[in-house]
């Protein structure tokens, strides 16, 4: 039913800032809460940033709260990941996922429905 896009990622130093992007197909993305999640090499996938259907509510990990800030355009079906004052335990694989019911902002994987292919961030040193 959704289909998840990420772009955005690439290589940066630390310190400095990306913005990813994902865009979504359909015409009921306000109904899924949307959220970021991200994998490093060996580790498990973990949970970053999610927003709620109307972008009225947000919630972050304590590891990025204060340098990351979550957002979306339902106009462009598209959610955003701004992404500052980057540091190299940053570096992994971010995916978007979306989920209903879109009020309610976990931060556990499997309760979400649809995934992005995900986009490699990697910050240097």
């Known amino acids: 039913q959704v289909q998840l896009v990420e772009s955005g990622g690439g290589l940066v130093q630390a310190g400095g800032s990306l913005r990813l992007s994902c865009a979504a197909s359909?015409?009921?993305?306000?109904?899924?809460?949307m959220g970021w999640f991200r994998q490093a090499p060996g580790k498990e996938r973990e949970f970053v940033a999610v927003i709620n259907g109307g972008g009225s509510s947000t919630y972050y990990a304590n590891s990025v709260k204060g340098r990351f800030t979550i957002s979306r355009d339902n106009a462009k079906n598209t959610v955003y990941l701004q992404m500052n004052s980057l540091k190299p335990d940053d570096t992994g694989v971010y995916y978007c996922?979306?989920?209903?019911?879109?009020?309610?902002?976990?931060?556990?994987?499997?309760?979400?429905?649809?995934w992005g292919q995900g986009t490699q961030v990697t910050v240097s040193s």
């Open positions: 359909g015409r009921t993305f306000s109904s899924y809460a």
């Open positions: 996922a979306a989920r209903t019911p879109s009020g309610l902002l976990t931060t556990t994987p499997r309760l979400y429905d649809y």
